[in-house]
């Protein structure tokens, strides 16, 4: 069974332009997590969707970032523009539904260099 | 406070030792309790999940959650130097997984 997949593995843009991150979930899971880890921070929560709906994205730092989930299965996030600051690893986790937590499985995040 | 602490270490112990890692939460609605490790440059996976009060026990490692005091831990016995890793806290609860900054653990050959 493939895991999750994440693309690109690597990006560098410079400050203003625009990159598109794509997750690929577990086959089937309903759960989906953005995170991001800025060098020398805690993985921080972006957002969740449960299929094609946000359930949660108090995480998403600013309106420069938008994540889509259309028909519920891959994702992407955007950042337009992007700034320096928006450098870091961004992770994508998938977790099957059902109303206990459950563990969520890790992508191999995309790292975004911003110059 | 932090909704997830913490300590982020390094913690270093000689291999063939006991390392303890050590967690608080501050959502008492929480509901599942997850250990990752993540090696440098590489995604967290995951190694322990609790979900009630008690130890739980998978090979070298023990889980131990405490509600009433909001902490959760990891005991890895006989230390490797593979073991060598930032260990990361995640808390799980109104559908949504938050997680600790980790504790950066060497293991000294």
């Known amino acids: 069974e493939a895991g999750v997949t994440q693309f690109p593995s690597h990006s560098v843009i410079e400050k203003g332009q625009t990159v598109t991150l794509r997750c690929d979930p577990i086959?089937?899971?309903?759960?989906l997590y953005w995170y991001r880890r800025v060098m020398g921070k805690e993985i921080k929560f972006l957002l969740h969707f449960v299929k094609e709906s946000k359930q949660d994205e108090s995480g998403m730092p600013n309106n420069r970032f938008l994540a889509e989930r259309t028909g519920g299965t891959y994702s992407t996030l955007k950042v337009q523009p992007a700034e320096l600051e928006d450098s870091g690893v961004y992770f994508c986790a998938s977790s099957p539904g059902g109303a206990l937590n459950t563990e969520a499985f890790f992508g191999q995040g995309t790292r975004l260099t911003v110059v | 406070q932090k909704e997830v602490e913490q300590n982020s270490g390094p913690l270093s112990v000689p291999e063939g030792a006991i390392a303890s890692l050590n967690c608080t939460y501050s959502d008492r609605g929480s509901q599942s309790f997850f250990w990752y490790r993540q090696y440098s440059g590489k995604s967290p996976e995951l190694i322990m999940s609790?979900?009630?009060?008690g130890d739980k026990e998978d090979g070298r490692f023990t889980a131990q959650l405490n509600k009433a005091s909001q902490y959760v831990s990891l005991l890895i016995r006989d230390s490797q130097p593979s073991d060598s890793a930032t260990y990361l806290c995640a808390v799980s609860g109104s559908f949504k997984t938050i997680f600790g900054a980790g504790t950066r653990l060497f293991v000294k050959a």
């Open positions: 086959s089937g899971h309903d759960n």
């Open positions: 609790i979900y009630s009060n």
